[in-house]
């Protein structure tokens, strides 16, 4: 429990520098709009991206959803927070790419020290029966046997 509280903490302050970087250094962003996009993002990117994706897709498509992830819910709530598309669009692509950064480094973090669990195949289908054998509802009728 603890090792998840210090994933979801690493992702905070990283999102909270990403967004700060994003939307406060670039644009004029406050300190609520950051905080909030920094913790919409963690969340739904903790749950999604590292619980669910990470173990069953691996790092390298988990990060790319994370990026794909980031950059909508930016660009979604960013235009109702921010009047400028400019800062939108922007801010979306930049946010998005520098959490994807940040993202490759709390994925190391995670492989190191919190213990996901692993997905079990699924039993129900098994795979050795997988073939059809059948024979043909509608033969040639102009070959004889």
């Known amino acids: 429990m603890m090792k998840h509280l210090n994933v979801l903490l690493i992702k905070l302050i990283s999102s909270i520098l990403?967004?700060?970087i994003a939307f406060?250094?670039?644009?004029?962003?406050?300190?609520?709009?950051?905080?909030s996009f920094a913790l919409l993002v963690t969340i739904v990117s903790y749950f999604i991206g590292d619980r669910i994706l990470l173990p069953r897709l691996g790092n390298a498509q988990s990060v790319a959803i994370d990026f794909f992830l980031t950059y909508s819910i930016v660009w979604v709530f960013g235009s109702v927070l921010f009047e400028s598309y400019l800062i939108v669009a922007w801010g979306s692509i930049i946010s998005a790419a520098l959490f994807a950064v940040s993202e490759l480094i709390v994925h190391a973090y995670i492989a190191r020290n919190?213990?996901?669990?692993?997905?079990?195949?699924?039993?129900?289908?098994?795979?050795?029966?997988?073939?059809?054998?059948?024979?043909?509802?509608?033969?040639?009728p102009r070959k004889e046997k």
């Open 24 to 35: 406060d250094l670039f644009f004029d962003a406050t300190f609520s709009q950051i905080l």
């Open 114 to 140: 919190v213990r996901l669990p692993v997905p079990e195949r699924n039993t129900s289908f098994n795979q050795r029966l997988a073939y059809e054998f059948a024979e043909e509802q509608d033969p040639d």
């Open 18 to 20: 990403v967004f700060w």
